[in-house]
C-alpha cells in the first residue's frame, strides 16, 4: 500500500511530538541513579559516534574543515554541553514536566536576547502579549510545583532550566546568522562527540562519578533509549517532517511535547499533575504560540527547538 511523503511526514511529527516529551521522563529516571552530567555525555557519546562514523565510513564525508570545525566547537559548547547537559542536570531537582515546559519558553528569550544586541525592528504588540502569557504560565506551574517541591534544591533545578534555555536561544541565533555549509546530520554527531569529550572531562574532575561497571541494568536501558530513539530517530524523524509539511505544521510538536512529558511523569513515576498545572501549561503554549506566530509573520530570526 502506497503511503505519501505527507502521510509518513505526519507520522515523523507524531514520532517526535512522542519521542521527546517522553525522552524528559527518561533522562528523570536516570539522573535519579548516576550524576545527570555523566548520563549526558554517554548519551552524546554513543549518539555522535553513530552519526559520525556512518558519514565518515558509509557515506564518504570528508572531516570537517578548521573553520567548520570551529563552528562546530562553538555549537557543541552553546547546544550540547550547556543546553542539553544543563537541562539534563536541571530536572534531577524540578519535576520533568516543568522542565519541558520551561525549555519551550526559548523564542522569548530570543525576542530579547534580539531586541537588546541586535537591534532587530520593533516588536509588535501581540509579541508582548504572548511574552506576559508565557511567563505567567510559568509562574502558575511553578507555584503549584514549589508546594510539593520546597527548598533551594528546586530554585536551583529552575536557575539551571532557564540557563540552558536561554544557551538554546543563543545557539538558535548563532546558527541564523553564522550558517556553515554542513550537512545538518553529520555537524549534529560531530556537536555531540565534541560535548561529550568536554563534558567528560568536567564531570570526572569536579564530581563523584559511578563506575560503568556500577550502573544499572536499568539505567543502561535509559541510555539506550535516549541514544537510539531520543538522539537518532526522533531527529531523523524531525527532520523529515520540516521538509515534506508545513513549517506551521511541522512545528507543532513544541507544543505537545509538554503536555506528553507531563503525562508521561504523571503515569510513569507519578509527578503532580493538577488542574493549575494544566492550566498553566496552556497559558504557557499560548503565549510561546504567540511570540513564534509574531515573529514569523514579522520576518524576525527563530529557530525550531530540538530536545
Known amino acids: 500500500m502506497f503511503i ?5 511526514g505526519y507520522v515523523g511529527l507524531l514520532a517526535t511530538s512522542i519521542i521527546w516529551g517522553t525522552t524528559w521522563v527518561a533522562s528523570k529516571i536516570g539522573v535519579s541513579e548516576i550524576p545527570a552530567l555523566q548520563m549526558a555525555y554517554i548519551r552524546q557519546f554513543f549518539a555522535g559516534v553513530v552519526f ?11 572531516l570537517p574543515t578548521p573553520k567548520q570545525f570551529l563552528w562546530l566547537f562553538v555549537m557543541a559548547i552553546i547546544m550540547f554541553v550547556s543546553a542539553n547537559g544543563l537541562s539534563t542536570w536541571g530536572i534531577k531537582y524540578i ?14 528569550s530570543v525576542v530579547v536576547i534580539e531586541r537588546l544586541f541586535f537591534k532587530s525592528k520593533k516588536i509588535p504588540a501581540v509579541t508582548f502579549v504572548g511574552f506576559f502569557l508565557g511567563l505567567s ?47 545538518p546530520y553529520f555537524g549534529v554527531g560531530w556537536q555531540m562527540l565534541i560535548s561529550s569529550v568536554i563534558l567528560f572531562v568536567v564531570t570526572e574532575s569536579t564530581q563523584s562519578t559511578v563506575a560503568f561497571s556500577a550502573i544499572s541494568f ?29 513549517t506551521a505544521i511541522a512545528s507543532l510538536y513544541a507544543y505537545i511535547n509538554p503536555f506528553v512529558a507531563m503525562l508521561t511523569a504523571y503515569f510513569v513515576i507519578d509527578e503532580k499533575l493538577s488542574i493549575n498545572i494544566l492550566w498553566g501549561s496552556i497559558v504557557t503554549l ?16 527563530i529557530a525550531e527547538n530540538i530536545e
Open 95 to 108: 519535576p520533568a514536566g516543568l522542565g519541558s515546559l520551561i525549555g519551550a519558553l526559548y523564542p522569548l
Open 4 to 8: 505519501s511523503s505527507k502521510a509518513k
Open 218 to 246: 536499568k539505567v543502561w536501558s535509559i541510555i539506550a533509549f535516549l541514544v537510539i530513539f531520543g538522539s537518532l530517530i526522533a531527529f531523523i524523524a524531525f527532520i523529515y517532517s520540516t521538509k515534506v509539511l508545513p
Open 286 to 301: 499560548a503565549g510561546v504560540f504567540l511570540v513564534n506566530y509574531s515573529m514569523k509573520k514579522d520576518k524576525l530570526i
Open 137 to 183: 504560565g510559568i509562574a502558575i506551574v511553578s507555584y503549584e510545583n514549589a508546594f510539593h517541591h520546597t527548598g533551594p534544591s528546586f530554585m536551583f533545578g529552575i536557575f539551571l532550566s532557564i540557563i540552558a534555555m536561554l544557551s538554546w536561544s543563543v545557539g538558535t541565533i548563532f546558527i541564523a546568522r553564522n550558517k556553515v555549509d554542513i550537512n
Open 52 to 62: 559520525v562514523v556512518f558519514f565518515l565510513f558509509y557515506k564518504k564525508t570528508p
